[in-house]
């Protein structure tokens, strides 16, 4: 699941992130610096369905790591 952040009042969506953390962080910001703090009337969050394509590099390379480490030893046995 990634997430993006749209304001109406603005006319602005936001990049994709993949976590809460990265959205609030987004979402704070935009309300700082175009906002002075408040909240617009309409802001929503997005949440966008993950294609495995879109998913970051960091992903695929903690799934590489966990398959080396799953089936690693029983390649090396057939070797
Ligand atoms: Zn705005």
Redesign the pocket.
């Known amino acids: 699941m990634s997430y993006q952040y749209r ?1 109406r ?2 006319r ?1 969506t936001s990049h994709r992130v993949h976590s809460r953390d990265a959205l609030d962080h987004i979402r704070r910001d ?2 700082e610096q ?2 002075g703090g408040h909240i ?1 009337d309409g ?1 929503r969050e997005i949440k966008v369905r993950t294609r495995l394509g879109d998913l970051p590099i960091q992903y695929w390379a903690i799934a590489a790591a966990v398959l080396a480490i799953l089936f690693g030893p029983a390649l090396l046995d057939r070797l």
Request: glycine share 0%; with cysteine.
């Open positions: 304001c009042r603005c602005i935009h309300r175009i906002h617009p802001e």
